[in-house]
């Protein structure tokens, strides 16, 4: 591991980078990258951040986003992961990343997920409510004054993984660095309705149908919510507009870990988990194939839906005191 000192005295060696974002991208992510280009560019860095798809538009309220690219459009001297535990978790990009390393492009891996590999030549991994507060760290050890731009990005991952500052990692780091953003312009009200409360009639719909089915398993310490395909279509929805159901479940006083599984295609859901602490969910997921935080966790599951629901009863049974 290297210290937030060492990785900012080697980017500033260099004349360009390129930062990488996670797949199904979050605010952390983007605002962690785009608060670093920023910075770097502001160094005189040439420096551009990449996700493999096109961002959700509830980024969109922070006009910086649209620079975020698709595929690299220069071959720079330093590649950076922000808020990524592997270098599967950046899709389709993992193969731009692989290229680099093969052509000795030095790595860089900044994050805060407890799952992290170590996967870069260069890793500092800390765990924090979110990775925003680690860049927020590189800024001021890369020497740059934060213009409104830089500061809101950081305040979009902030807010945004820290669920509006009630997780349960939140410390006074989180607070202390929230701070430093919005000493610099960084909106948080601005973040907290774009990025995590609005919604359109469609999505409105799209919760309350889901939230009215949801299950209750193990005693009603397990909630179980499912979205079918067809929920989308029907609601005119995105995938995305399924972010934020499996925290309703966590909210019902008897729940322990709340589950919700997206059907991406038949026979194959997307889990998100989420724990209120006596049951660590990033080794639920890890049982699957995924991962996360002790907290807030994912994985990918296969096969008929009963049987999934089944399998993921048993492996929070297991952990349930
Ligand atoms: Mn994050």
Do not use: W
């Amino acid at each position: 591991m290297n210290t937030l000192g060492e990785i900012a005295e080697i980017l500033k060696t260099k004349k360009s980078a390129a930062i990488f974002t996670h797949m199904r991208p979050d605010g952390d992510t983007v605002g962690s990258g785009m608060a670093l280009c920023r910075a770097l560019t502001m160094l005189g860095k040439r420096c551009e951040v990449l996700n493999e798809g096109e961002l959700p538009d509830r980024f969109g309220y922070l006009p910086c986003m649209k620079e975020v690219r698709t595929s690299p459009s220069f071959v720079p001297e330093i590649f950076i992961c922000v808020d990524t535990s592997n270098p599967s978790r950046l899709g389709l990009l993992e193969s731009s990343y692989a290229v680099g390393i093969r052509k000795r492009i030095p790595t860089v891996n900044i994050d805060h997920h407890v799952a992290n590999t170590r996967y870069a030549q260069y890793n500092f991994v800390r765990e924090r409510a979110s990775n925003c507060e680690n860049i927020a760290e590189l800024v001021r050890l890369l020497g740059v004054t934060p213009d409104k731009t830089l500061a809101d990005c950081l305040m979009l991952g902030m807010v945004t993984d820290s669920g509006n500052f009630s997780h349960g990692d939140v410390n006074g780091d989180t607070f202390r660095e929230a701070a430093y953003a919005a000493d610099f312009g960084g909106d948080a009200a601005q973040a907290a309705y774009h990025a995590m409360k609005k919604q359109s009639k469609g999505r409105a719909a799209l919760y309350a149908e889901t939230v009215s089915k949801l299950r209750y398993l193990l005693g009603d310490r397990l909630a179980v919510a499912f979205v079918p395909l067809s929920a989308l279509e029907k609601y005119g929805v995105p995938a995305h507009a399924t972010e934020g159901i499996v925290d309703f479940g966590l909210s019902v006083d008897t729940v322990e870990v709340s589950v919700c599984l997206l059907e991406v295609k038949r026979g194959q859901y997307k889990v998100s988990f989420r724990s209120k602490g006596e049951v660590n969910v990033n080794e639920v997921a890890g049982v699957f194939g995924g991962g996360g935080h002790v907290l807030a966790a994912g994985c990918t599951l296969f096969g008929d839906l009963e049987e999934a629901v089944d399998r993921l009863r048993y492996a929070v049974e297991q952990r349930l005191s």
